[in-house]
């Protein structure tokens, strides 16, 4: 990937390691209400520890957003960090769809 900001090779390795964000296309076919939490939280958890997705729900897995005080200085954002937070988001946008 040759778009690496500023010609930063850690910057570039980090990027050629970084997964492809998982997008989820079984919706929820249980829908959250007042009456079936356990049968809701069964399929969402089966889905989530299927696809090892549980650090996203517990937090504390959360790469840092700058891998050092030189890439907050210049505002270069860790890969992993942008991967990390780009999934938690569609796992976000899963629960609620």
Partial sequence: MSSS????????????????????TTPVSVKLDEHNFMVWQHQVMATIDGLRFLKYLEGKEAPPKYLNEESRA???????????????????????S
């Fill in 74 to 96: 210049n505002d270069v954002i860790n890969p992993q960090y942008v991967h990390y937070h780009q999934q938690d988001r569609l796992i976000v946008a899963w629960l609620l």
């Fill in 5 to 24: 900001p500023a010609g930063n090779s850690q910057s570039s390795s980090s990027m050629m390691h970084t997964p492809t964000p998982h997008l989820f």
